[in-house]
């Protein structure tokens, strides 16, 4: 395959492919000739002086000779005075077209999500790059260098680190689709996120932090939404703007059909007595009323900090947190009997595979329950 790069005061462009194949026996780096193919090396001529044409006029004006700008305005690539925007130009801009969706496929904790990832990768280039290195200084090393940034300078989790890592991959992307470099260098990372082991509370810690009471008002309603959230499933954000719009009644039986906020995947739930119990309790909740909403829920860093201190006092052993509800559905639901596929419906993921892998837990209690309904139904035959 035939290319080429410019070279300039010392420095070269990334190598630049011309789609031409060809045998090294049929062409003539000196006089550019292609032997028997008089179209492709008039178009090699045309290249050459397009190039030293574009280097006489920025030496005139005084501009910038970084040889792969000269060979993308003599590709036609970009004009004289266009800027191709820095990495972390590139980011912002990913950004701000992404912000564009915002209601309409796009939710507002997915937009702060890319944000953070922005910030952290902003302080990562320019810790390591400088803050004006531009998108052709990366090499598929920046891989390696993200991780150990990601996992030792700042000390976060490996998957977290893996999730910053597809976020750049999905900026280079956009930065190739618009030209402003020549490839992805992250285009065939392939990193693999560790799985974690599945907790979820138990029915006796539900019932222990049911029964706890506290004298604080607002350490009872935050145990109250917590729990709704295990009785439902419900994620923080669709607990949070929860409102009588989203109650319907199927077959005289009161359900919740909502799209979630995160992925706007419907969820539909059947609500059961206990979750039933707390929305007649805060039915006529001044906060609830004056908001329009079902419940009075705090924002999600006040819920996790409270629920530290309720669990504390529970003596639960799990620490508490808002997404540790809805993975406790899981079991809440195999208790009452339903399916795993019927509560993947419940909790409005697309797949079963999504609720098996990353919110159910395979439990001994369920075997054992199962094991005496069986001896329970062989006991009957004998007897009849």
Same mark, same amino acid.
């Given at each position: ?110 937009? +702060? ?9 902003? $302080?990562? %280039?320019? @810790? &390591?790059?400088?803050?004006?290195? !531009? =998108? ?59 799985? +974690? ?9 539900? $019932?222990? %932090?049911? @029964? &706890?009471?506290?004298?604080?008002? !607002? =350490? ?165």
């Amino acid at each position: 395959m035939l290319g080429f790069r410019v070279r300039c005061c010392g420095k070269n462009s990334p190598f630049k492919s011309l789609g031409i194949k060809l045998k090294p026996n049929e062409f003539n780096s000196k006089t550019l000739q292609i032997t028997g193919d008089p179209y492709n090396t008039a178009r090699l001529v045309d290249l050459k002086a397009s190039i030293l044409k574009v280097f006489k006029e920025r030496v005139l004006t005084g501009r910038s000779l970084d040889p792969t700008l000269i060979r993308d305005i003599a590709l036609g690539l970009r004009a004289h005075d266009e800027q191709t925007p820095t990495i972390i130009e590139a980011i912002t801009r990913w950004i701000e077209q992404k912000a564009k969706l915002l209601g309409n496929g796009l939710s507002l904790s997915s937009l +702060k999500q890319y944000q953070r990832y922005g910030r952290i990768i902003s $302080e990562f %280039v320019t @810790n &390591t790059y400088g803050k004006d290195a !531009t =998108l052709d200084t990366l090499k598929p090393a920046v891989q390696h260098e993200l991780l150990v940034y990601m996992k030792g300078d700042r000390k976060t989790g490996h998957n977290y680190a893996i999730k910053t890592i597809q976020f750049l991959k999905a900026i280079l992307d956009y930065a190739v689709a618009y030209e402003w470099c020549d490839r992805n260098v992250l285009q065939s990372v392939r990193l693999n996120k560790q799985r +974690k082991e599945v907790r979820t509370l138990t029915m006796n810690d539900l $019932e222990t %932090v049911k @029964n &706890t009471h506290f004298v604080e008002t !607002t =350490l009872n309603e935050v145990r109250d939404v917590f729990l709704f959230c295990c009785y439902t499933g419900l994620a923080y954000t669709d607990v949070a703007s929860l409102s009588k719009d989203y109650l319907i009644t199927v077959d005289e039986i009161q359900c919740i059909l909502k799209d979630r906020n995160k992925s706007g995947q419907q969820s539909f739930v059947p609500l059961f007595p206990e979750a039933k119990a707390i929305l007649e309790k805060y039915r006529y909740h001044p906060i609830c009323r004056l908001k329009g909403i079902l419940l009075p829920v705090l924002s999600n860093q006040k819920m996790n900090k409270w629920l530290k201190v309720i669990g504390n006092v529970a003596g639960i052993k799990e620490p508490l947190h808002t997404h540790l509800a809805r993975k406790t559905f899981t079991m809440f639901a195999e208790e009452r009997g339903f399916k795993l596929d019927q509560t993947s419906i419940m909790m409005g993921h697309s797949r079963t595979y999504m609720t098996e892998q990353h919110y159910y837990k395979g439990r001994r209690e369920t075997v054992i329950k199962e094991f005496k309904k069986i001896q329970q139904n062989d006991s009957q035959k004998r007897a009849s």
